[in-house]
C-alpha cells in the first residue's frame, strides 16, 4: 500500500509571490537611483535630494532594507513592508508632485515617476496577499 507524506511546501504561487515582492522592489529603487544620478548630470536634482545628500543615500538604504524584510517569511517582516510602502506611495502621491516642477517634467522623469509608483503599487498589491494568506492571519 503506498504511503504519501506531508510535505511542508508552500504553493506555487505562495513562492512566486514570495519572491516577486522583492525583485520588484529592487526595480522600483534601481529605477528611482538612475533617475537621481539622471537629474543630477541633467542639473535638474532636487538640492535636498541629489546623489550627494544624505538624505538620498538613507533612502536608497531604507529601500534596499526592504527588499531584504520582503525576502523574509514571517508576518511582521511583511507587516513592516507593508507600512512602508504605504508611506512611500502616500510621499509620491501628496508629496513628490510638489517638487516635480516644469524643469524636471522629462519623458525619463515621467517615466520613472509613473513606473515607480506602478511598482510600488504592484509590490503593495502583492504584500497585502502575502499578509492575508500568511498562517497567523487565519
Known amino acids: 500500500m503506498p504511503t504519501t507524506t506531508a510535505t511542508n511546501t508552500p504553493p506555487a504561487t505562495a513562492t512566486a ?9 529592487a526595480a522600483a529603487f534601481v529605477l528611482s537611483a538612475v533617475h537621481t544620478g539622471y537629474a543630477a548630470v541633467a542639473g535638474i536634482a532636487d538640492p535636498t535630494f541629489t546623489v550627494t545628500t544624505p538624505a ?15 525576502r523574509r517569511q514571517e508576518r511582521w517582516a511583511q ?13 509620491s502621491v501628496f508629496y513628490y508632485p510638489t517638487t516635480f516642477t ?11 515617476n509613473d513606473v515607480y509608483v506602478g511598482l510600488l503599487m504592484i509590490a503593495t498589491y ?4 502575502r499578509v492575508r494568506s500568511s498562517p497567523s492571519a487565519r
Open 17 to 25: 509571490t514570495t519572491s516577486a515582492v522583492p525583485r520588484v522592489l
Open 102 to 112: 516644469v524643469e524636471k517634467q522629462t519623458v525619463f522623469g515621467w517615466f520613472e
Open 79 to 91: 507587516i513592516g513592508v507593508l507600512a512602508y510602502l504605504v508611506v512611500l506611495l502616500a510621499i
Open 56 to 70: 538620498a543615500w538613507l533612502f536608497y538604504a531604507v529601500g534596499i532594507g526592504s527588499v531584504w524584510l520582503a
Open 126 to 129: 502583492l504584500t497585502v496577499g
